[in-house]
């Protein structure tokens, strides 16, 4: 069982998230690799059982060229292939299980996740066991990450397994 985790993010967080995620899936006796999207392969290698993907929610969804570009404008680093270019050029691979995770800030009523949209276009693509999995809440748009979210994202990382043998 290897897990790939895909992650894309700008400030920090969504990568931080993406390596306590990691960390659980190691916990649970299970191989991981994390990488972002900039570099993350489009042809999933072979021995990858699980595939994680996320990143920051940008105006109720994945970001854009646009949006990413607005975040550089404020310091943030500079990200060329987001999630959402990514999930369009990578080949689907229909009995892949796939879950997605976001990171957002936790806004009364405020819509939106990129985890709910990437999944709905992983689908769209092909991926037919994909599924939306969990936000992950930050302070303000660079960051920090709430309390105890590093912990959360571990222990959702330690139940991943059971996802996917509870789909085989
Ligand atoms: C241009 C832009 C738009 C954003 N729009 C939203 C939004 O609609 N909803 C939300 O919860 N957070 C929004 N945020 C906050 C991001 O979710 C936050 O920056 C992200 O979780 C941080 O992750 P990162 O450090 O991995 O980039 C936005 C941030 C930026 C830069």
Redesign the pocket.
């Known amino acids: 069982m290897t897990t790939l985790i895909v992650y894309e993010?700008?400030?920090?967080?969504?990568?931080e998230i993406a390596e306590a995620i990691a960390a659980g899936v190691r916990n649970s006796g299970q191989q991981v690799q994390t990488v972002g999207t900039d570099t993350a392969p489009t042809e999933i290698p072979g021995e990858v059982t699980l595939l994680v993907v996320g990143g920051?929610?940008?105006?109720?969804s994945m970001s854009r060229e646009q949006?990413r570009s607005?975040?550089a404008d404020h310091g943030?680093a500079v990200v060329n292939t987001g999630l959402r270019e990514w999930i369009d050029r990578v080949s689907p691979r229909a009995d892949l299980p796939v879950i997605t995770f976001d990171?957002?800030?936790k806004?009364p009523l405020?819509p939106?996740s990129a985890a709910k949209a990437a999944d709905k276009v992983l689908h769209r693509r092909g991926f037919e066991h994909a599924a939306r999995g969990e936000s992950f809440w930050?302070a303000d748009?660079?960051?920090p990450l709430k309390p105890g979210e590093i912990e959360r994202a571990t222990h959702w990382g330690e139940g991943l397994i059971s996802l996917v043998e509870r789909d085989a």
């Open positions: 993010s700008l400030y920090g967080n969504t990568a920051p929610t940008h105006a109720f949006t607005d975040a943030a990171t957002r800030v806004v405020l939106g930050v748009t660079d960051g």
